[in-house]
């Protein structure tokens, strides 16, 4: 009898297993079907219509309150001629519409996935900065939209952009440049439809962004809402700020420019003599210089101001123009000196002497012996007290002033074109040093008074 017992009671108990596994089974293939049937009930025909958009918040009939945030990816490049910037970002919006709320069944139901957009209703939000852009469809297409238990709808894109940005210069290449991102309705006025950043974090940056010759310093959130004869429309925006990267701009261009600069005064070193060293290194730096310039202007947009580089590559070649200007002269003043020389060869100073006292006056000559002495008279007139105060006078003027340092030193030099190239060698740096303090203080103080 026991053994009889024992094999049913094995038997019982291996059909209640299976008949637990068989629920198990059906109760999983169940849950499958029920997100199917969900998704039948709350966007079957006649159910839900994505041409209306959802009610207001605790269900009145004010405007449909989205809630936006972006995660940006990248930003590839800011261009300075087109004033444009290209970013990858991904967008995310966040409503609620009570028409889509469904049973969760206990929790086992975190929310439904769709990727049909068409499906429900979707705000006609655009972006009013926006040149060009696209969408990601490799390997699928990159969107989603999650519709929640209670009725949150959450919808996800990821995308690329290309935005304008319209800079200011003037300070290029010592400038700071802020670009936006607008993002509006088109369509529902504010009295339908109203954007707010999602608390907390609207905007996130991915680590280690790397940009080409900019840094991203820090970003700002704000509202833009317009008004137009339509209404008015409810609009976001964030702020990038960029800051140009100096290092690069002062390898390029700052350095060569004081190199050609320094390259220049080299002729004040030459020999006066040595016309075709010192033309050929005049032209050369200023055709080099001019190249410079005109490489410069052609990465930046055509501007009606002046910018910070403007004055730089303008100032530098003012200076190399100025030495080349500088041999003219020394030039002009050599050719001087010769031709006073070869006069003073053909005519020496001996002979200048007597026909200088040949062509003085009869009464103006001493007597060199006693039959030509006359007697004078013994009280003068008042002319001949004047005419002996105006020699006097004549000769204090004409009596030598005490050297100074400088006119000592140029003393040495007993050529003009000699004290000219002499006068250069010191001059030239010492405006360019006054320059150099002048341009970079001014234009840092500036950067300063930008970033408060």
């Not at 139901?109 to 705000?123: E, G, I, Q």
């Not at 006056?361 to 001493?366: M, N, T």
Request: with cysteine; proline share 5%.
């Amino acid at each position: 009898m026991w053994p009889g017992v024992l094999k049913l009671l094995v038997l019982l108990t291996f059909l209640l297993h299976l008949s637990r596994c068989a629920q198990l089974q059906k109760k999983v293939v169940n849950f499958r079907e029920k997100e199917k049937e969900v998704l039948d009930d709350i966007l079957g025909p006649g159910r839900y219509d994505a041409r209306i958009r959802p009610s207001g918040e605790n269900g009145t009939d004010g405007p449909a309150v989205v809630r936006v945030n972006i995660f940006v990816r990248s930003i590839s490049k800011i261009d300075d001629v087109t004033m444009e910037y290209s970013v990858q970002l991904t967008f995310r919006e966040q409503w609620l519409d009570e028409r889509l709320r469904f049973s969760d069944f206990k929790g086992r139901l975190k929310y439904l996935t769709l990727t049909d957009a068409s499906r429900v209703w979707m705000p006609d939000l655009f972006f009013s900065n926006e040149k060009e852009g696209h969408f990601h469809n490799i390997i699928m297409p990159n969107v989603y939209i999650r519709i929640f238990p209670n009725g949150f709808v959450l919808y996800s894109i990821r995308i690329s952009l290309t935005l304008s940005c319209p800079m200011n210069l003037k300070l290029y290449p010592l400038d700071r440049q802020v670009c936006s991102l607008r993002m509006a309705s088109y369509g529902w006025t504010t009295d339908d439809l109203v954007f707010l950043w999602k608390e907390g974090d609207p905007v996130q940056v991915v680590k280690n962004l790397h940009l080409p010759r900019f840094t991203l310093e820090k970003f700002y959130t704000d509202y833009c809402n317009s008004k137009t004869n339509t209404g008015e429309y409810s609009c976001l925006k964030v702020d990038l700020l960029f800051k140009r990267e100096f290092s690069y701009y002062l390898i390029q261009i700052y350095i060569p420019c004081c190199m050609l600069v320094i390259v220049s005064w080299v002729s004040f070193w030459l020999d006066q003599s040595a016309v075709p060293a010192r033309v050929s290194l005049g032209v050369t730096t200023l055709l080099t210089m001019a190249t410079q310039t005109s490489g410069i202007n052609a990465s930046l947009p055509p501007v009606s101001y002046t910018k910070a580089i403007d004055i730089w590559t303008g100032v530098c070649l003012t200076f190399v123009f100025g030495a080349l200007l500088e041999f003219a002269l020394v030039n002009y003043a050599s050719r001087s000196d010769m031709h006073s020389d070869n006069i003073e060869k053909k005519y020496p100073p001996s002979e200048t002497e007597q026909s200088t006292s040949m062509d003085l006056p009869s009464d103006q000559v001493e007597p060199d012996n006693s039959s030509n002495f006359a007697m004078k008279p013994l009280v003068r007139q008042p002319e001949d007290t004047m005419s002996m105060d105006r020699m006097q006078h004549c000769e204090l003027h004409m009596q030598p002033r005490k050297k100074n340092c400088c006119r000592s030193w140029l003393s040495k030099f007993p050529t003009r074109s000699k004290r000219i190239d002499v006068i250069s060698r010191i001059f030239f740096p010492i405006v360019f040093a006054f320059f150099n303090l002048t341009y970079w203080s001014t234009y840092l103080f500036r950067e300063e008074e930008q970033d408060e």
